[in-house]
Structure formats: structure tokens, C-alpha cells
């Protein structure tokens, strides 16, 4: 019977990232994981079950993350307030933030989730995070339109599903992209600017 131990398992994930980084799932390599990570392939069965369990498990700290932001699409007042902190615009850099962190902390693990994970269980994660956090939004939003201080404001679903969709597919493309923090904050400001004030804003001096 083979013994478990945190350091195999530590070979394994740290061969298995790099294989996947460099592949994709669909293309790694069960084998080549064990050959880099100087085992076999039983052995990465003692740990994973199969490739897309060890798949899961390397990017399970941003699935975690945004799975747990996503949890419950009840929300109370306050919740509410502090969602979308009281208007689009602070509702919108706020997840923009929120997303741009998750690149800055898992930068390796955002890639393998948004642009490698083709043929994996998670090759959907992107549309079915739309899907919620879109879901969430316009409840966050409805909620609000029952208080005093935001029943004068007017948003519609079609619009926040698109902004939803807009965040998180600019995300992907700096993810892809490559793009540095200095690069990152600018065109966080860049895009905040434009869509909520336009080209006046954007050009203004």
C-alpha cells in the first residue's frame, strides 16, 4: 500500500500546473505530470481520482472564492447597500476590484480556470458565473428600489446582465493578455470612466 505524503503531493500539483499551463487539460498528460513530478501515474491515483479531479483541485482557491460571493441570491437592505454600494457605478468597480484581486493573488490559477480548462468539468465556469452573478445583481438592484434613497433610479436586467458579462469578459482578455498591475489599474479607470460618463469624461483634461 502506498503512503501518502504532503511532499509527493506537492510534486504532483506543482508538475501538474505546469503541464496544464502549457497544454490545456484537454492536452496534458497524466504521464508526463508523473514523469515531471518523478512518480507514476498510480501514484497521482492515490491522490486524484482522475485528471479533471486534479484539475478542480489546483484552481479550487478561485472556484472557492467566487462560488462563495455567489452563494445566496436573498439579500437583505443592507446587504443589498453593500453590494452594490448604493449605485451602479460603486456597484460596478467594486466587482471589478474584486475580480482583478483574484488575478493579482491567483494569477496561474485564473489562467488554468478561464483559458485552459477546455474538456474539464469547468470549461462552463465562466457562463454559469454570468449566469449568478448576473442573477444576484438584479436581485441586489431590486431589493435596493424598495428603500428610499434609490427608488428614483432606474436599471434595467438587460443592462445588468450585459455589464455582468462585460466585467468578467474584460477580465478574461487581462488574464490572457498578460497585462501588468500598472497596465490593469489604467484600464480599470479607463473603463469606468467611459461607461459611466462617456467620452467626455474619458478625454476631459
Do not use: C
Not at 73 to 89: F, H, M, R, Y
Not at 112 to 125: A, H, T
Request: net charge positive; no cysteine.
Amino acid at each position: 500500500m502506498r503512503v501518502k505524503t504532503d511532499k509527493t503531493k506537492k510534486s504532483i500539483l506543482k508538475a501538474a500546473k505546469k503541464e496544464f499551463l502549457k497544454k490545456g487539460f484537454r492536452n496534458a498528460s497524466l504521464r508526463d505530470i508523473a514523469v515531471n513530478a518523478n512518480g507514476t501515474t498510480g501514484v497521482i491515483y492515490t491522490y486524484f481520482k482522475n485528471k479533471d479531479e486534479l484539475f478542480e483541485h489546483l484552481v479550487r482557491p478561485v472556484t472557492a472564492v467566487l462560488e462563495s460571493r455567489l452563494a445566496t441570491n436573498v439579500l437583505s437592505i443592507q446587504e443589498a447597500k453593500e453590494e452594490t454600494g448604493i449605485d451602479p457605478e460603486s456597484w460596478f468597480t467594486q466587482n471589478l476590484k474584486f475580480l482583478i484581486d483574484l488575478i493579482e493573488n491567483y494569477p496561474n490559477e485564473m489562467k488554468l480556470l478561464f483559458l485552459k480548462s477546455e474538456g474539464s468539468s469547468l470549461q462552463n465556469f465562466k457562463e454559469i458565473l454570468i449566469e449568478k452573478g448576473t442573477r444576484r445583481s438584479i436581485t441586489a438592484f431590486r431589493t435596493l428600489k424598495r428603500t428610499k434613497e434609490f427608488e428614483g433610479q432606474a436599471i434595467s436586467e438587460f443592462f445588468v446582465g450585459n455589464l455582468v458579462m462585460y466585467i468578467i469578459n474584460i477580465v478574461v482578455e487581462i488574464i490572457r493578455q498578460n497585462k501588468n498591475r500598472k497596465e490593469i489599474v489604467f484600464y480599470e479607470k479607463e473603463i469606468t470612466a467611459f461607461l459611466f460618463s462617456g467620452w467626455k469624461a474619458l478625454v476631459k483634461t
